[in-house]
């Protein structure tokens, strides 16, 4: 029986011990109700792992093991030197399992994609008023840089990222919709290839529909501007799914 740390014992954390130590999974949940029950937030500091496993009745073995899959599941993070933290939130674990399932079954981005269209449309008309002169200069670079790239026949992924960007992020007061888009532009470079061959033609139609959102948002047509951002994303879904067909997904 392993006796109570001098400076955190069971009572003193909360935490129940259980019978026996092979629980990986049950040392996980009892860790995030610890984290619930002491409303921990994100940078707030675990006790030590010496003091968990002596309150859980585990070994530090099997305490280190349920941590570090907590770890990957991006729910506490451990710094160097200093010990183990609650994380704040982010899609960055999600991505990688993603990615993977992506991978496997090219038309689930097709799906992310048609869930992306719902959200952006949806929020735009909330967007356009909130749209500063400086907001609109940047847009504009963006897709002088798209043109600039499309005509030459590259891709530009990141003035496409960057054009979203400027004209959702810090506008939206949903924090888990920037959160979302976050997840698109992090999964997108983890795709294969396949998904990526674009023509040049195809990509100057892409770049001239940017456009058409843009040239919308400057003269306040919300509805105009709605229709043409889903046009634009719609036209990102139809190459995705062709690409799938094409390579066999």
Not at 85 to 100: I, T
Not at 131 to 145: K, Y
Not at 169 to 193: D, H, I, S
Request: charged letters at 25%; a negative charge; glycine letters at 6%.
């Amino acid at each position: 029986m392993v006796k109570p740390h001098p400076m955190f014992g069971d009572a003193e954390l909360g935490i129940e011990p259980f019978a026996t130590a092979n629980m990986h999974e049950t040392i996980q949940a009892r860790l995030m109700q610890f984290i619930s029950d002491r409303q921990l937030t994100a940078g707030d500091k675990l006790p030590s792992q010496a003091a968990l496993a002596q309150a859980l009745g585990i070994s530090l073995v099997a305490l280190r093991e349920a941590m570090r899959a907590m770890e990957a599941l991006g729910i506490i993070e451990a710094r160097a030197g200093s010990g183990w933290y609650v994380r704040d939130f982010s899609f960055d674990a999600v991505a990688k399992g993603l990615a993977y399932t992506f991978e496997l079954n090219r038309h689930s981005f097709s799906d992310l994609l048609e869930i992306r269209i719902r959200l952006e449309c949806s929020y735009l008309p909330e967007v356009l008023p909130k749209l500063t002169p400086a907001d609109l200069d940047a847009m504009e670079g963006s897709v002088r840089e798209m043109e600039r790239l499309a005509a030459l026949g590259e891709e530009f992924d990141a003035p496409d990222r960057a054009f979203h960007t400027q004209l959702f992020v810090g506008k939206v007061r949903n924090q888990l919709f920037t959160e979302v888009l976050e997840l698109f532009w992090t999964l997108y470079p983890l795709l294969p290839a396949p998904l990526q061959r674009v023509q040049r033609e195809v990509l100057l139609t892409d770049a001239h529909r940017h456009r058409l959102i843009l040239d919308a948002v400057r003269a306040g047509d919300i509805e105009a501007a709605v229709q043409r951002l889903q046009d634009s994303l719609q036209g990102a879904v139809a190459r995705t799914s062709m690409s799938a067909r094409t390579v066999g997904g």
